[in-house]
Structure formats: C-alpha cells, structure tokens
Nanobody, 124 residues
Framework: QVQLVESGGGLVQAGGSLRLSCAAS????????MGWFRQAPGKEREFVAGISWSGGGTYYLGSVKGRFTVSRDNAKNTVYLQMNSLKPEDTAVYYCAAAPSLQILKKKEGIYSWGQGTQVTVSS
C-alpha cells in the first residue's frame, strides 16, 4: 500500500506557474505508475497526467499538453506536476494517485491509493 500526501497548491494569476508535489510512503512507490487527477466543482474527476514506474512513459490530457510536465524521483518517493501558463479553467482540486500501470490510471479503475487533494485556483 502507498500513502500519498500532496502539496504545492495555491492561488495564482492566469499565466503563472505552480509545482505540485506528491510525497509517497510505502514500499510499492517505485513500482507504481503515478498520476495526477483534478476535479472542478460540478464536474467529474479527470486524468490530467501520469507517469510510469520507470518514468519512461507519460500521459497528458490534451488541454494541458505543452503546459504541464509530470516527473518523479524514486529516490525521494515523490512525483511532481509542473504547471505553467495556467488558465482559469485549470482551477480544481488536484489529486495524486497510484496504480499498477498507466493503463489502469487511464481507466480510473484499480487505483489503489489516492491523496487528499490540494486546491489550485487560477484567477483571470
């Protein structure tokens, strides 16, 4: 089992940047695919970005490609989401998640750990 704690959210103006971090504890982090999801009020939770256990594979939601970068440091048990050129529509609670593979993250089924979420608010 992996326990996840997000940090780095906050209020930023449109065009600004934030870096989210997700610190993991547990023995399975380095063998887990990690993902970032977000949920805005009244909307379904959506898969924003993911990275395979080795870092060799990544996934991005179309609307964030070129603006967001997901990375991981297995030595520090941490996954990051660098968010640049932020837009008001990026406003949401962002959640970190762990799963056996990127495919499972995409399906949103079989995810075995979720963080508590961190609020990101982008003002226009």
């Amino acid at each position: 089992q992996v326990q996840l704690v997000e940090s780095g959210g906050g209020l930023v103006q449109a065009g600004g940047s934030l870096r989210l971090s997700c610190a993991a504890s547990g023995r399975t982090f380095s063998s887990s695919a990690m993902g970032w999801f977000r949920q805005a009020p009244g909307k379904e939770r959506e898969f924003v970005a993911g990275i395979s256990w080795s870092g060799g594979g990544t996934y991005y939601l179309g609307s964030v490609k070129g603006r967001f970068t997901v990375s991981r440091d297995n030595a520090k048990n941490t996954v990051y989401l660098q968010m640049n050129s932020l837009k008001p529509e990026d406003t949401a609670v962002y959640y970190c998640a762990a799963a056996p593979s990127l495919q499972i993250l995409k399906k949103k089924e079989g995810i075995y750990s979720w963080g508590q979420g961190t609020q990101v608010t982008v003002s226009s």
